[in-house]
């Protein structure tokens, strides 16, 4: 078998460096959609959404992450990813991230009238509580735990 | 010697003394802890965020122009310069605030050939800068003790931004005071605006790291190494969507990430010093006291045998 090639990952967020490793490959949700960065991919600089993020090791297990929002820089083999928010999916308590979901849309209904800051603040919310249950379900699904 | 009462009096002044800054100290001490565990938390994002925006700093855009963005684009005439300033709100805090004034002083002094420049500070203590050297402040802003959001940043950010890229100002600096532990701390001037690898190495600083030039040295190096061989353009990187696009949300985010490490920084570095010039405080005034005391001691014995001599001298009178 050839040797496997591999990548350097590191993602922090401003609170702290969530996880620095090397890996196989790397999806993120990037502004334009989903990327998938493998090995000796071209430099580049993109905008991160809110969504989940995938990683693949090198014993090829994989690991999932919530993000929300951030920056991805792919260097000469080493992806840095500069998250607003990020969680890894065992660290997430579901049951929590789906009752601040509904926390925010109930706000979001009953105000009617609010500026658009706070509305975009909200938003940003349900993107992000949205985007850590949807973590723990690919989670789940790749554990086979339920 | 003195009276017995004076000095009794001096003990109990310099005792009160002793305990004010006793309790400075362990203020300062609590106050220290946070701040140093705001400033590590950040620290990692910041320099890499650094990192990456000096990595593209000299990225050309193909159509024959220097840089990606306004942002990045060094002007060939430097007129005005702004520097940003963060100073302490309040004193008590050793060679605090001097050592940062006169770091920003002497580097403009050194390098500064243009238009006098402006200020723009953060803490109270900083307005000594038009006191003493007689520089214009353009804004002051106040100073949590505590520093906990990137919101605080958000207003001086904005202004120095604005003022950039509106001409007011072709270089944005920064003058802090880097926290490197608790005995240790080192004023820096850094450059915020426009973000350029090519500009002198003392101004470059990667937050956090004890280095003379205060750098990741090595990654300087490299980068130096790699722009004087090959004409710059060596990362060529592809944007999603574009660059203009990315590096419009990007650009300011990160000079945000930056100030308020910096402001991080030296909130640290100011409650260290706080807390070392109140432990040498304390320290000085136990001195004080242990001298004085065997001074009253001295003087209280002096007394005593004073009057044992007067008596028996009495004495010794009658009994002739």
Known sequence: MPEQKTIKFEIVTPERIVMKEQVVQVSVPTKQGEITVLPSHIPLVAGLMSGVIEIVKEDGNSEIMSVSGGFIEVSKNKVVILADTAERAEEIDMAKAEEAR??????????????????????ALIAKEMARSRAVKRWKKIKKVD | MANTRDIQN???SISNTKKITKAMEMVAASKMRRAIEAVLKTRTY????WRIVLNLSQTGNGNGEQTLHPLLTKRDKVKKVGIILI?????????????????AHNSIKKHAKQEKPEFIIIGKKGAIVKKYYDYDIAAEFPKADIISEIKEVLPIAKIVLNDYLSGKYDKIMVAYTDYVNAAKQIPRVKQLLPIDITTQDEYLGIVGKDTRVGIDKEFIDKKKEKYSQNEKHIYEYTFEPNPREVLDEMIPRLIEVQLFQALLESNASEHSARMAAMHQATDAAKDMVDELTLFYNKSRQAAITNEIAEISAGANALAE
């Open chain 1, 102 to 123: 509904e926390r925010a849309k109930k706000t979001i209904k009953e105000l009617r009238h609010f500026d658009r800051e706070r509305f975009a603040n909200i938003n």
């Open chain 2, 10 to 12: 001096r003990i109990k």
């Open chain 2, 46 to 49: 910041a320099n890499l965020s």
């Open chain 2, 87 to 103: 100073a302490s709100n309040r004193g008590l805090c050793g060679g605090f605030n001097s050592a940062i004034i006169n770091k």
